[in-house]
């Protein structure tokens, strides 16, 4: 007997088996593979700068001259050829004190802090001693002397922690900062023009203090948070 056609599913349309068929023929598109960024080396990516990427300077005028700092107008060729003209103000540098008592908890010390009127800021502030530098001055020698007139104290151990440049698109000013161990109290003799009150407060307060945000100063909050982040201090709970 001749074989009999088997009868479509009722509901599927007559074409129905020919397209499973030709669907499990056909092969199925692949997907495209997402293409994911390679990330730059640090090594590469933080290469010092070259002699070509270095700036020409042009020309370079004194438009104003105060007692702190000077402002230039300058005229550059910047790296990349590009011809610009930027209004620069230039400073001797100033250094920082992360100034610290740690003879009785070495993981959480005592820091000085102080508070001021700024009148840019229209506030006071809470910040770490810090000052300008004198022209030639060595910054280990300024910060010695800028904790030892602002606060009275000395200190038996000097280290560097950092130096940065708190505003680089205007601001040649860079910030030396120094931690400084083992005080010795002594008498304070800040500058006319300064009304300082500090006080030593325990690191993980300081901690609690900027998580809180009534620390505004930058020049405490990078020194702060940096300085617990190598030494692994952590805000007690």
Same mark, same amino acid.
């Given at each position: 007997?001749?074989?009999?056609?088997?009868?479509?599913?009722?509901?599927?349309?007559?074409?129905?088996?020919?397209?499973?068929?030709?669907?499990?023929?056909?092969?199925?598109?692949?997907?495209?593979?997402?293409?994911?960024?390679?990330?730059k080396k640090?090594?590469?990516?933080?290469?010092?700068?070259?002699?070509?990427?270095?700036?020409?300077?042009?020309? #370079?005028?004194?438009?104003?001259?105060?007692?702190?700092?000077?402002?230039?107008?300058?005229?550059?060729? =910047?790296?990349?050829?590009?011809? #610009?003209?930027? +209004?620069?103000?230039?400073?001797?540098?100033?250094?920082?004190?992360?100034?610290?008592?740690?003879?009785?908890?070495?993981?959480?010390?005592?820091?000085?802090?102080?508070?001021q009127y700024r009148h840019?800021?229209?506030?006071?502030?809470?910040?770490?001693?810090?000052?300008?530098? +004198?022209?030639?001055? +060595?910054?280990?020698?300024?910060?010695?002397? =800028?904790?030892?007139?602002?606060?009275?104290?000395?200190?038996?151990?000097?280290?560097?922690?950092?130096?940065?440049?708190? #505003?680089?698109?205007?601001?040649?000013?860079?910030?030396?900062?120094?931690?400084?161990?083992?005080?010795?109290?002594?008498?304070?003799?800040?500058?006319?023009?300064?009304?300082?009150?500090?006080?030593?407060?325990?690191?993980?307060?300081?901690?609690?203090?900027?998580?809180?945000?009534?620390?505004? +100063?930058?020049?405490?909050?990078?020194?702060?948070?940096?300085?617990?982040?190598?030494?692994?201090?952590?805000?007690?709970?």
């Open positions: 007997m001749p074989k009999q056609k088997k009868s479509a599913k009722p509901g599927e349309p007559k074409d129905a088996k020919a397209a499973k068929t030709q669907k499990g023929s056909a092969a199925k598109p692949k997907r495209a593979k997402a293409l994911k960024p390679k990330a640090a090594a590469k990516a933080l290469k010092p700068a070259t002699a070509a990427e270095t700036e020409r300077l042009l020309s #370079s005028e004194v438009v104003f001259q105060g007692s702190l700092f000077r402002v230039l107008r300058d005229k550059l060729i =910047e790296p990349g050829g590009y011809e #610009s003209e930027r +209004d620069i103000i230039r400073h001797n540098g100033s250094v920082v004190i992360l100034a610290m008592d740690s003879s009785k908890d070495k993981k959480d010390p005592w820091i000085v802090v102080e508070r840019a800021a229209g506030q006071f502030l809470w910040e770490l001693p810090a000052g300008k530098l +004198d022209a030639g001055e +060595d910054a280990l020698a300024g910060a010695r002397r =800028e904790l030892a007139e602002e606060t009275g104290y000395s200190a038996k151990k000097w280290k560097p922690l950092v130096e940065y440049y708190p #505003s680089p698109g205007f601001l040649g000013e860079s910030m030396k900062v120094f931690v400084a161990e083992g005080l010795v109290a002594g008498d304070a003799h800040p500058e006319d023009d300064e009304q300082i009150e500090f006080r030593l407060v325990k690191l993980s307060e300081v901690l609690k203090l900027i998580e809180n945000g009534a620390i505004l +100063d930058g020049k405490t909050l990078s020194s702060v948070l940096l300085y617990a982040r190598i030494n692994g201090g952590k805000r007690k709970k």
